[in-house]
């Protein structure tokens, strides 16, 4: 397994002010999930139900209260360093470094792990290409479109050759043609190079467009349905599997089991 998450808290101390005590403070809760190798999973919820705590629990930046979380067998809190470069994220928003090229955003990470120089504009270079930016690399991001800034951050992503790459709704301030069309290829490029992958979104039709399994939470984060996505649409038509993750997201049962394994 790459990912495992077993019976994983988290609480917020500081959130004191929800009056219920089986769910005061806690953004996850009972989390339990586990992700297997060229696996790519799609994460839905509605907001505020715990997406971006997980996010953060797999990347080490925050201790689970309880349970266990495991990244190619690692804790990625305590051992934080040991996964560095194995993993790498795409938010919402570019994160690109305004004083650097584009060329010079990609190849950021790789300079960070002091990759040699021709070595690391050769993988930039490449990455810049593999997206279609190759004629950007010399430009500063400001001077790009949305669209293509999250093309940079992309192609930043894979220029250091992790393992797992994640996604906290990467595309969602994009334009519709712009998200479908980069959500595509982020589908191609995870599934050529072989990543595992775990993607967070709002959008249904996002998820089944990149998900292999789609995982819906409730809050506090828990898992309350999984769909395997080729499976469901051998059974189903894709309207009618998207309604069934909209009723599943949207029931307020707070208690329901794992309800429907498609
Ligand atoms: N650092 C923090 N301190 C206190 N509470 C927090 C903290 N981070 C998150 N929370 C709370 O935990 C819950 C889950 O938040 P989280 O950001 O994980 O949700 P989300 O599913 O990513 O939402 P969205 O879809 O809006 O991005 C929320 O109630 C939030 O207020
Ligand atoms: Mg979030």
Same mark, same amino acid.
């Given at each position: 397994?790459?990912?495992? #998450? ?57 201790? @689970? ?104 709704? @990467? #595309? +969602? ?46 809050? @506090? ?15 189903? +038509? ?25």
């Amino acid at each position: 397994m790459i990912v495992e #998450f077993d019976n994983v808290s988290k609480r917020f101390e500081s959130d004191g002010s929800v009056s219920d005590e089986s769910t005061s403070g806690f953004a996850v809760k009972d989390l339990t999930f586990h992700i297997g190798e060229h696996e790519l999973i799609a994460v839905v919820g509605k907001t505020g139900c715990g997406k971006s705590t997980m996010f953060n629990l797999l990347i080490g930046l925050i201790e @689970p209260t309880s349970g266990s979380v495991r990244v190619l067998g690692k804790n990625p809190f305590a051992q934080f360093n040991d996964l560095a470069g194995k993993i790498s994220v795409v938010f919402q928003s570019d994160r690109l470094l305004p004083w650097r090229t584009t060329l010079e955003n990609v190849t950021y990470g790789l300079e960070l792990r002091k990759v040699p120089k021709e070595e690391r504009l050769a993988a930039g270079r490449e990455w810049l290409q593999r997206l279609g930016l190759e004629m950007h690399a010399d430009k500063w991001p400001l001077l790009l479109s949305g669209g293509m800034r999250q093309r940079v951050s992309i192609a930043r992503a894979f220029a250091t050759n992790p393992e797992i790459l994640l996604c906290d709704e @990467p #595309f +969602s301030a994009l334009d519709e043609l712009t998200g479908a069309n980069l959500r595509q290829e982020f589908h191609r490029l995870v599934k050529e190079t072989h990543k595992t992958g775990v993607f967070i979104t709002h959008s249904i039709n996002e998820a089944i467009d990149i998900g292999d399994r789609i995982l819906v939470l409730h809050s @506090p984060g828990h898992v309350v349905a999984e769909f395997s996505v080729a499976q469901a649409l051998k059974e189903c +038509s894709r309207e009618q599997l998207k309604q069934k993750i909209l009723d599943v997201m949207s029931d307020a049962a707070p208690d329901r089991q794992l309800a429907k394994i498609v």
